[in-house]
């Protein structure tokens, strides 16, 4: 539907999970294809979670981006 709040469906990776891995180089390789019908939104959620989840320095990494992210938002927002 065009006219879900979080988009409209279109043809995403369904499961990341598990389903991406590194080169030698560090590049992302998906070793699996799992296509899904669902909005773009639940593709990036589905990203997020993996990053979340995922024990991987590069993971770790990107966790600690958007922690620090959400505390520069945070403290902006309680500014006078």
């Known amino acids: 539907r065009s006219d ?7 043809l995403v990776h369904g499961d ?3 389903n991406v891995l ?3 180089r560090g590049a992302p390789v998906i070793i699996d294809v799992a ?3 669902r909005p773009l ?4 959620h589905d990203a997020v979670l993996v990053a ?3 024990p991987h320095p590069l993971v770790d ?11 520069q938002r ?6 006078p």
């Open 41 to 44: 939104r639940w593709a990036a």
């Open 35 to 37: 296509p899904a019908w």
């Open 74 to 79: 945070k403290a902006a927002s309680t500014r």
């Open 4 to 10: 879900h709040p979080i988009g409209a469906d279109q």
């Open 52 to 54: 979340c989840y995922s």
């Open 16 to 18: 990341l999970a598990g």
């Open 61 to 71: 990494a990107l966790r600690a981006e958007i922690e620090a992210f959400l505390q």
């Open 22 to 24: 590194l080169d030698g």
